[in-house]
């Protein structure tokens, strides 16, 4: 008997379906990147970048100084036309560089002179001007070098080498400016190598325009040149800022010619940050943004300035490499002088002393205070550059202080002529000593010497008044 068994039922196996595959993930190729693709790129666009800025600036600083000076605001160019120009001597292979001075042109036996710090000039204080002379003072304040209108370059004198490579040069020279056949030329007509003309062509010494880079002791040499010159001494020294490290030392050499000194907010670094004016792409952006140089000021410097204090600051900083300098004289400033052993010194303590301070960083200025012991220690309430913004207030401090000490007493029928200027005038009057006498003993000089001493210092017969 057959057994019939039931086989059970097997699902049909389904067939193993691949998984679908993308065809645009086969086809795509690997992202090989190279990495250098990137920094060429970054690379390339930084240079670009500090190609515009330096453009920028080179246009800037090659701008004609007459197209600049009628480019300002008529507020700063009326500031010039009220001030005078002296030229002061830094040394002999350096051309005489001109200084902007101003003075209220009140007529007081008191002189105060007012040195201020890296970033501003003159201008900032036009309100201390108006205030301390409806106070019966004499103020006076000069540009530092490299500063408001006072010269921003000077004409050097180097002496190049005497080399090889030197004559080579020199050489090449002489045929680019002749000819590549005048020596042959020479050589058929004279029937010699023209040795005479190739010397006289060489010239030692090689004259070239440099910014004005000017260190504490290069300044205090100017700053005696300014007092000689405008027969200031004896006067009271107001020195803003960064103008106490530039100006201690000739303080210290030249005590006897100082009545009394008052510091403003004098800190150990100056309130503007001297350094971003050093760096081409930074200092293009602040002083070629108005908004960007206004935040700097505001956050370092004042505490509420007009739009145009800040405009005219800008255009002054901006123009014609006045930041360069800055930025430079700011890099060599005394940054270990010690305020303490200054005052401290024989020469110092025993001047009368005021310091004015921001109470917004008085600690600074109380312990500057004490380590003077004759110093007076007042607060203002403006801000690191308070003559911005709190005039009145400076120069009621001022004149209080000046007032307080005993009167000068002060030479005013003759001007003092220095003694290099006098030299001249000796020699000038033994080569006229013959011109004299040729006509009958009359004299026919008619004081030219007195006007040949201002126009030495660029005053002409305009100064006096």
């Given at each position: 008997?057959?057994?019939?068994?039931?086989?059970?039922?097997?699902?049909?196996?389904?067939?193993?379906?691949?998984?679908?595959?993308?065809?645009?993930?086969?086809?795509?190729?690997?992202?090989?990147?190279?990495?250098?693709?990137?920094?060429?790129?970054?690379?390339?666009?930084?240079?670009?970048?500090?190609?515009?800025?330096?453009?920028?600036?080179?246009?800037?600083?090659?701008?004609?100084?007459?197209?600049?000076?009628?480019?300002?605001?008529?507020?700063?160019?009326?500031?010039?036309?009220?001030?005078?120009?002296?030229?002061?001597?830094?040394?002999p292979n350096r051309s005489p560089i001109e200084l902007f001075t101003f003075q209220n042109g009140v007529k007081s036996t008191e002189n105060v002179l007012i040195v201020h710090g890296l970033g501003v000039s003159s201008f900032s204080f036009r309100g201390m001007f108006e205030s301390l002379g409806s106070r019966g003072v004499r103020v006076i304040a000069v540009d530092l070098p490299g500063s408001?209108?006072?010269?921003?370059?000077?004409?050097?004198?180097?002496?190049?080498?005497?080399?090889?490579?030197?004559?080579?040069?020199?050489?090449?020279?002489?045929?680019?400016?002749?000819?590549?056949?005048w020596a042959f030329d020479q050589i058929v007509e004279t029937g010699q190598i023209p040795y005479e003309e190739i010397v006289k062509s060489r010239v030692l010494e090689r004259k070239s325009v440099k910014s004005i880079e000017l260190g504490s002791e290069e300044l205090g040499r100017v700053l005696g040149q300014v007092i000689q010159t405008m027969n200031l001494a004896p006067l009271h020294l107001?020195?803003?800022?960064?103008?106490?490290?530039?100006?201690?030392?000739?303080?210290?050499?030249?005590?006897?010619?100082?009545?009394?000194?008052?510091?403003?907010?004098?800190?150990?670094?100056?309130?503007?940050?001297?350094?971003?004016?050093?760096?081409?792409?930074?200092?293009?952006?602040?002083?070629?943004?108005?908004?960007?140089?206004?935040?700097?000021?505001?956050?370092?410097?004042?505490?509420?300035?007009?739009?145009?204090?800040?405009?005219?600051?800008?255009?002054?900083?901006?123009?014609?490499?006045?930041?360069?300098?800055?930025?430079?004289?700011?890099?060599?400033?005394?940054?270990?002088?010690?305020?303490?052993?200054?005052?401290?010194?024989?020469?110092?303590?025993?001047?009368?002393?005021?310091?004015?301070?921001?109470?917004?960083?008085?600690?600074?200025?109380?312990?500057?205070?004490?380590?003077?012991?004759?110093?007076?220690?007042?607060?203002?309430?403006?801000?690191?550059?308070?003559?911005?913004?709190?005039?009145?207030?400076?120069?009621?401090?001022?004149?209080?202080?000046?007032?307080?000490?005993?009167?000068?007493?002060?030479?005013?029928?003759?001007?003092?002529?220095?003694?290099?200027?006098?030299?001249?005038?000796?020699?000038?009057?033994?080569?006229?000593?013959?011109?004299?006498?040729?006509?009958?003993?009359?004299?026919?000089?008619?004081?030219?010497?007195?006007?040949?001493?201002?126009?030495?210092?660029?005053?002409?017969?305009?100064?006096?008044?």
């Open positions: 008997m057959a057994i019939i068994t039931e086989e059970q039922e097997q699902e049909p196996q389904q067939p193993i379906q691949k998984p679908e595959t993308n065809p645009t993930n086969t086809t795509k190729p690997q992202n090989n990147t190279n990495p250098f693709t990137f920094w060429f790129y970054f690379t390339l666009s930084v240079s670009l970048v500090t190609l515009i800025f330096i453009s920028l600036s080179s246009l800037s600083s090659s701008q004609d100084p007459k197209q600049w000076f009628l480019s300002l605001p008529s507020s700063l160019r009326l500031h010039y036309s009220s001030g005078r120009i002296i030229k002061v001597q830094m040394s408001g209108f006072s010269d921003r370059s000077t004409m050097e004198v180097a002496e190049r080498s005497d080399g090889s490579l030197q004559r080579l040069r020199d050489v090449y020279g002489l045929i680019q400016e002749k000819g590549i056949f107001v020195l803003h800022d960064s103008a106490l490290l530039m100006s201690a030392n000739w303080v210290s050499e030249n005590s006897g010619l100082v009545k009394s000194i008052t510091l403003v907010d004098t800190g150990l670094e100056p309130a503007l940050p001297s350094l971003v004016l050093g760096l081409p792409l930074i200092r293009e952006f602040l002083l070629g943004s108005s908004l960007a140089y206004e935040r700097l000021i505001r956050s370092c410097c004042v505490k509420k300035i007009g739009g145009f204090d800040f405009q005219a600051s800008r255009v002054l900083l901006k123009g014609r490499d006045g930041s360069r300098s800055i930025a430079e004289m700011g890099r060599r400033l005394n940054y270990s002088f010690n305020i303490g052993e200054w005052g401290g010194s024989d020469a110092i303590k025993g001047l009368p002393i005021q310091v004015l301070w921001s109470k917004e960083w008085s600690e600074e200025g109380r312990r500057a205070a004490e380590a003077l012991s004759q110093a007076k220690f007042v607060e203002h309430s403006g801000g690191r550059w308070p003559q911005e913004d709190t005039a009145d207030e400076l120069a009621e401090n001022i004149a209080e202080f000046v007032s307080s000490l005993p009167k000068s007493v002060r030479q005013t029928e003759e001007e003092h002529i220095p003694e290099h200027i006098q030299m001249m005038f000796d020699k000038e009057q033994a080569g006229d000593h013959h011109h004299h006498h040729s006509h009958g003993g009359q004299d026919h000089h008619h004081g030219h010497g007195n006007a040949d001493y201002m126009d030495a210092y660029g005053l002409g017969n305009a100064w006096g008044h």
